[in-house]
Structures are given as structure tokens and as C-alpha cells.
T-cell receptor, first 114, second 112 residues
Framework: GAGVSQSPRYKVTKRGQDVALRCDPISGHVSLYWYRQALGQGPEFLTYFNYEAQQDKSGLPNDRFSAERPEGSISTLTIQRTEQRDSAMYRC????????????FGPGTRLLVL | RKEVEQDPGPFNVPEGATVAFNCTYSNSASQSFFWYRQDCRKEPKLLMSVYSSGNEDGRFTAQLNRASQYISLLIRDSKLSDSATYLC?????????????FGTGTRLQVTL
């Protein structure tokens, strides 16, 4: 079956612009996670949802970052007024339930802020 | 101190060798532990969970030492296809079942 998909795969933007990154989890998966991964580092937790409820947003770096999952399926991570330091790979993962700790990752969106 | 620490490597080993990776974690209340594998330019994928009693999956053996807050992964009879980055992962005890904390990863290169 289809895995986690993310779009766009690559995004180049100018400093100060807003960007929206989309994640489509595995069908039926309850939990959805956003991570950021810098080159040579492991993924860093940003936020996560159970259904449409945002359960934990402690990893969001500042208030320019927000995420939503209004219908409990597709999620959008929005970065407002992008800065060069926001450049990274943004990864989404999903799991069948919160208790199911196996997370399936998508291919990621590589964001470059010029 | 980082929450999860790993030697970044790279570990360069010949095919057929046995190689071991270690990882330490700082949160003594951590409940669950995993090894993920990440190929170059790909997403991380779960390799195996790590249980207190130790567990084995084919050529891979994982061990946990809660007293020392130490996790290990042993790969026997290395294959070229084992070349990847191995991420040590810990479930932080925050009341959130699946908030995972990843190490930086240890890079393995298996050569002929």
C-alpha cells in the first residue's frame, strides 16, 4: 500500500516568505509526527497529532512555526517569515496508533531559504 | 549533554566482519528504545526495538543496559547492503507515548 507522502519534495524560497509543507500519512494512521533533520544529524521532534488534535508542540522552535491537521488526515506545517536557519529536511511520520511506536517516515521536504 | 549520544563514525569494515555500535541516553525515565536505519538520502526506517532482555533478529543483536543507560547494536557477518547510518532512538518519558528522540547516527561502510 501507499506509504507516507510529502509535498513538495524540494522547496526553494526567499528569506521572509511563508512556506507550507504538506504530509499525507498512511491511510488510517491515527498519529502524525513532524521532525526536522539537519545534515549529519538525526531527526529532531517538532510536533505531533492524534487525529486532528495537536498533542505536543514542544519541539516547534518559535512562533513562526505552526502545524495543523484539521480533518485528522493530511497535515500542513507552516513556516512564516522564513529565515536561512530554517533550511533543513522536514520529515513527516505516521503510526497506526499513539501506542504503536513504529513510526513510518515519508521522503521529506528539503527546504532551502535563500 | 545530548539526550542520546552516538559515535558518528564512520565505521569502515570488510564484508563478513562483526561490528558493534554503542549509544548512551541521559533520561533515566526513558521507557522504549529502538534502532532505526537510514540509507543515504532516504528516510529512517525501524530496524528493531530493543528489549531489556536483549533481542536478536537474524544477524542483528540489540542490548539494553538500563543501569548504565546504554544501548548497543551488534551486526554479524556484515554485508555490503548493511552500509547505512544507524540511529539510536529513545522514547522520552513525557507522558506522550511516541515522542522519539534520535541520536545523530553512526555511519557504517561495509567494503569488499
Amino acid at each position: 500500500g501507499a506509504g507516507v507522502s510529502q509535498s513538495p519534495r524540494y522547496k526553494v524560497t526567499k528569506r521572509g516568505q511563508d512556506v507550507a509543507l504538506r504530509c499525507d500519512p498512511i491511510s488510517g494512521h491515527v498519529s502524525l509526527y513532524w521532525y526536522r533533520q539537519a545534515l549529519g544529524q538525526g531527526p529532531e521532534f517538532l510536533t505531533y497529532f492524534n487525529y486532528e488534535a495537536q498533542q505536543d508542540k514542544s519541539g516547534l522552535p518559535n512562533d513562526r512555526f505552526s502545524a495543523e491537521r484539521p480533518e485528522g488526515s493530511i497535515s500542513t506545517l507552516t513556516i512564516q517569515r522564513t529565515e536561512q536557519r530554517d533550511s533543513a529536511m522536514y520529515r513527516c511520520a505516521s503510526s497506526s496508533t499513539e501506542a504503536q511506536e513504529t513510526q513510518y517516515f515519508g521522503p521529506g521536504t528539503r527546504l532551502l531559504v535563500l | 549533554r545530548k539526550e542520546v549520544e552516538q559515535d558518528p563514525g564512520p565505521f569502515n569494515v570488510p564484508e563478513g566482519a562483526t561490528v558493534a555500535f554503542n549509544c548512551t541516553y541521559s533520561n533515566s525515565a526513558s521507557q522504549s528504545f529502538f534502532w532505526y536505519r537510514q540509507d543515504c538520502r532516504k528516510e529512517p526506517k525501524l530496524l528493531m526495538s530493543v528489549y531489556s532482555s536483549g533481542n536478536e533478529d537474524g544477524r542483528f543483536t540489540a542490548q539494553l543496559n538500563r543501569a548504565s543507560q546504554y544501548i548497543s547494536l551488534l551486526i554479524r557477518d556484515s554485508k555490503l547492503s548493511d552500509s547505512a547510518t544507524y540511529l539510536c532512538v529513545v522514547n522520552a518519558d513525557t507522558g506522550t507515548a511516541s515522542k522519539l528522540t534520535f541520536g545523530t547516527g553512526t555511519r557504517l561502510q561495509v567494503t569488499l
